[in-house]
């Protein structure tokens, strides 16, 4: 299958090499070229534009970091727009807004392209290995065009119906959930720890019995090991994703009080710790809040 790939990222450079690895032709494409030189000496085409990329495949990739970046390289004379065909397939692997999802879809079907919205569930180690779990949304058909591509680097593939925001939606729900799990994760470390508790004891206790998921887990043991550089998932990104959850809720008229806590504590740990700390970095907030 002929494949490029947009955005070479975190997250987007190690899909890109699985998809090379699976014997894919592999065109690619990132504002910053030096990211790309990898995968070209695995391998891949350099382009030297998203239009020019977009151009020499049937179905073209992107994973950027939000609204903007993503609607940036569709648009323009040498934009992905104006290289594909009619009738080729852009697979978006970004979390983007819901608005932003359907801005993007309504481009698509003006020129007779096919869009198909497909965010994913995991951090740069599970793109790495292939176990991410990849969330479409869009038309069957276009569903079954890219399932050899979505199974080349996941583990399972939902389809959430033929809208493609749909897909947006539930990544912005289940990116909520997450720091959620973190947020209460963090409030019982420090409660345990200010009663004399060790956190990585806690942690052991929780996720050995009720709470034993990859969330608690993963989270559970950056959070006792203050392991929050370097960043899988920046804190500035998951600030991004909390205010498109607000947006949506807002827009469908939902109240989610607890956004309100997360978006604050992003806020508050990016301003004493910087851009770099991984969003499980209101940790830190939480215990020194506390007196920790």
């Known amino acids: 299958m002929n494949i490029a790939f947009l955005g070479l990222g975190n997250m987007g450079a190690p899909i890109a090499r699985n998809l090379l690895r699976a014997h894919h032709a592999l065109t690619v494409w990132n504002r910053s070229?030096?990211?790309?030189?990898?995968?070209?000496?695995?391998?891949?085409?350099?382009?030297?534009?998203?239009?020019?990329?977009?151009?020499?495949?049937?179905i073209v990739c992107t994973m950027l970091a939000d609204d903007t970046a993503l609607e940036e390289i569709l648009e323009g004379?040498?934009?992905?727009?104006?290289?594909?065909?009619?009738?080729?397939?852009?697979?978006?692997?970004?979390?983007?807004?819901?608005?932003?999802?359907?801005?993007?879809?309504?481009?698509?079907?003006?020129?007779?392209?096919?869009?198909l919205s497909a965010p994913v569930f995991g951090r740069p180690e599970a793109a790495e290995a292939a176990k991410l779990f990849v969330v479409a949304g869009g038309e069957h058909r276009d569903v079954e065009r890219a399932?050899?591509?979505?199974?080349?680097?996941?583990?399972r593939v939902f389809h959430v119906g033929e809208t493609p925001s749909a897909a947006n939606l539930v990544k912005l729900c289940g990116n909520f959930m997450i720091l959620s799990a973190i947020e209460a994760l963090a409030e019982a470390m420090a409660l345990a720890q200010k009663g004399g508790v060790d956190p990585r004891q806690l942690v052991e206790v929780l996720t050995g019995s009720l709470f034993d998921s990859i969330v608690y887990r993963g989270y559970g043991a950056a959070l006792a090991e203050k392991r929050f550089r370097p960043a899988g998932f920046a804190a500035p990104l998951g600030l991004k994703d909390m205010r498109q959850v607000g947006q949506a809720a807002e827009a469908l008229r939902v109240p989610m009080p607890l956004l309100n806590v997360l978006r604050d504590h992003l806020l508050q740990t990016i301003g004493a710790e910087g851009e770099d700390i991984d969003w499980s970095g209101i940790g830190r907030t939480i215990a020194r809040n506390a007196g920790l």
């Open 33 to 58: 070229p030096q990211k790309a030189r990898p995968l070209i000496e695995a391998g891949a085409q350099g382009a030297p534009s998203p239009r020019a990329a977009a151009a020499r495949c049937d």
């Open 77 to 115: 004379p040498e934009g992905l727009l104006a290289g594909l065909a009619a009738g080729a397939l852009h697979i978006g692997f970004s979390t983007i807004s819901v608005a932003a999802a359907e801005r993007v879809a309504r481009r698509h079907t003006e020129r007779e392209q096919r869009y």
């Open 147 to 155: 399932r050899t591509l979505l199974e080349a680097i996941g583990q």
